[in-house]
């Protein structure tokens, strides 16, 4: 009863925010989110810590004040996604479409002009959203995947929040890899986030130095229907995003583990360099690494 009273009081604080930086002026909403930021990040709460230890992994060199200040950057980011996803159901197709910067687009328009089919993998960094809503606007069918969240209420209100921009949300089950393989062989774009797995399941790679998991799903989805697989880095600008765009190369071979394996780690890598140039925007708030104290646990 006390964990129910506690979900319906969580999604009504979340509906309450989304009704009320609605209404705000955009500019006083974001100034507000900008608060929290840096309210947050004196708190030093777990998330806050959290983050700075993953951030100094990626940036060894800085000295403490120069983490201090990033940890701050890397927070206003994280709200200012917070605040983009409230406000974006008000936001003109207009004003989307033309916020939004993309490197090497070809690489994913080419394979859908080829109803190949596509794949992006990528990191919980930017607003991956506003870029999905992007692409969705230019005709293109994005499929994605859901981890179911709690409460239920609010786990609908994000499903259809992202069904509103276009895309189609699977639930993460034992059958999504059979029909995101389906939609690709329609020529649809599948684009999964998947810089974390701590699962024993998950495919271990080298990031930044250090021992991590990362999803499995992108590459045996590349292995088995054939479509390209890239990876994305999304990051802020002044007045929207950026979207940088590579190739994963498949490697041969005929082990399917060990060619699932060199895909991961090409991702990881892709995934790092575009978090040394922009570490602010990687809102990793969660352990990725899985050594020091690390203890394996089968629910992660």
Not at 78 to 97: A, G, K
Request: hydrophobic share 45%; glycine share 6%.
């Amino acid at each position: 009863m006390i964990a129910k009273i506690s979900d319906f009081v969580i999604a009504q604080l979340y509906f309450g925010a989304w009704r009320i930086v609605r209404w705000l002026p955009e500019k006083k909403a974001y100034q507000l989110f900008t608060f929290a930021a840096d309210t947050m990040s004196k708190k030093q709460g777990k998330s806050v810590q959290r983050l700075r230890s993953n951030l100094m992994r990626v940036k060894p060199q800085f000295t403490q004040s120069q983490m201090d200040q990033l940890v701050v950057q890397s927070m206003r980011s994280y709200m200012r996604y917070w605040c983009d996803t409230f406000r974006f159901p008000d936001w003109s197709n207009q004003r989307m479409m033309s916020t939004v910067d993309v490197t090497n687009e070809h690489l994913l328009m080419d394979a859908i002009a080829a109803k190949t089919g596509v794949i992006v993998s990528l990191p919980h960094a930017g607003n991956w959203d506003h870029a999905g809503a992007y692409f969705c606007s230019k005709g293109v069918k994005l499929v994605t995947v859901a981890e179911r969240l709690k409460p239920e209420s609010l786990f609908r209100k994000f499903l259809a929040f992202r069904e509103a921009i276009g895309m189609e949300v699977l639930a993460l089950d034992g059958r999504v890899i059979a029909t995101l393989a389906k939609r690709l062989r329609a020529g649809h774009l599948v684009a999964l986030v998947a810089d974390r797995d701590l699962s024993r399941t998950g495919i271990k790679v080298t990031f930044f130095g250090g021992d991590a998991r990362m999803p499995a799903g992108p590459a045996i989805l590349a292995l088995n229907t054939g479509a390209p697989l890239i990876t994305a880095y999304v990051s802020y600008t002044p007045n929207g995003i950026h979207i940088d765009f590579k190739l994963v190369e498949i490697p041969g071979g005929t082990i399917q583990e060990e060619r699932v394996a060199a895909i991961v780690q090409q991702c990881a890598d892709h995934f790092a360099e575009g978090i040394a140039k922009s570490p602010q925007d990687w809102h990793m708030l969660q352990r990725i690494w899985v050594d020091g104290d690390f203890k394996e646990r089968t629910d992660a």
